[in-house]
């Protein structure tokens, strides 16, 4: 290991992520009984520049009003170019600020927004005399924000996530899709043809790049890389395979933008019975093997060794997480 310690955030279930339009009254209600583990009442891309007033108002009301049981909460902010963004943030931290765990921010682009958010909302916190912190989440969504993610995810003591915001990502970088999420069939390899002359598509993941550089930024400063949105909520298969290679890069959490896909993301990103009761073999397994002075063994005709505790722990501190909610 390095020297250099890595501070984890503050650990919560971030499996599934609602995303609610703050000027739908009708939708917050049903999310505050949903089973998603973290919620963000949106004032921004699902709100349209005349509601935003109303929407920040219903969104102090339901913070204040509603019970959200032991539900993460969060507000997601207009973005730092955008004269909303300062009212987003005194009005619904002044007046519902202890029932907000975390702000997310969009269209992050460097440290220095960071900064500057984190100014406020410390002004806000002392002159109400708030005790709890708020946390921050950060979409990368931008190439400005992806270049420089590494100095993002180390910006505040604030930032606990990190997720990744394909549709703006892509309107960004002038990917050519117009999907939200999922995958493209231009972004696809063609094999060489075979005896018949046949020859087979083989489609690729073209966000996997992006994922995996914010995973390794988020991971690296502590951080709970998440996965957004899967436009299609007609294609729960679709969203089942995107959400699994998502966690399987790492991440471990995916956004549900519509209630059906709140239980995919809360069993896709929960470790199976089947993984937990290998992770724990492998842990019983490697006690043996310590105790006989072998550093390395074989388990099911596969080596394992001391890294294999440390996966395994990950799965197991996981299962245990979700146990104890
Ligand atoms: C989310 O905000 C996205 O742009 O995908
Ligand atoms: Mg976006």
């Given amino acids: 290991m390095s020297f250099q310690t890595i501070e984890p955030a503050q650990a919560r279930l971030n499996r599934s992520e609602l995303a609610v339009p703050g000027s739908n009254i009708q939708m917050i209600e049903k999310a505050a009984k949903s089973d998603a583990d973290v919620i963000f009442l949106d004032m921004e891309d699902a709100v349209a520049p005349a509601d935003k007033e109303q929407a920040r108002k219903n969104i102090i009301e339901s913070l204040n009003g509603l019970d959200w049981g032991s539900k993460t909460m969060s507000i997601r902010i207009n973005g ?3 004269h909303y963004m300062y009212r987003d943030i005194v009005d619904v931290v002044e007046q519902a600020g202890s029932r907000l765990d975390l702000i997310m921010i969009p269209k992050v682009g460097s440290a220095a927004d960071v900064y500057a958010i984190d100014m406020m909302v410390t002004q806000i916190e002392d002159a109400k ?112 395979a995107a959400a699994k290679r998502a966690a399987v890069l790492g991440c471990e959490g995916k956004w549900a933008i519509h209630p059906s896909q709140i239980a995919l993301a809360n069993t896709v990103m929960s470790p199976s019975n089947a993984e937990v009761e290998k992770a724990n073999r492998i842990l019983i397994a490697m006690k043996v093997a310590a105790s006989e002075g072998k550093g390395a063994v074989s388990l099911d005709g596969r080596l394992i060794d001391y890294a294999s505790i440390r996966q395994a722990e990950v799965l197991v501190a996981k299962a245990n997480q979700i146990a104890t909610n």
């Fill in 129 to 240: 005399g708030y005790k709890k912190r708020i946390g921050f989440e950060h979409i990368i969504e931008t190439a400005l924000g992806m270049q420089n993610v590494h100095e993002i995810a180390s910006a505040s003591k604030r930032n606990e996530s990190l997720h990744f915001g394909v549709a703006d990502y892509a309107a960004s970088t002038r990917a050519r899709t117009t999907n939200i999420g999922g995958v493209n069939p231009d972004y696809s390899v063609l094999t060489d043809p075979k005896e018949d002359n046949s020859r087979e598509v083989h489609w690729g993941d073209m966000w996997h790049y992006a994922i995996s550089r914010m995973v390794v930024a988020a991971r690296a400063n502590g951080l709970r890389p998440v996965d957004g949105p899967f436009g299609d909520f007609s294609d729960p298969e679709g969203y089942i």
């Fill in 80 to 82: 730092l170019d955008t």
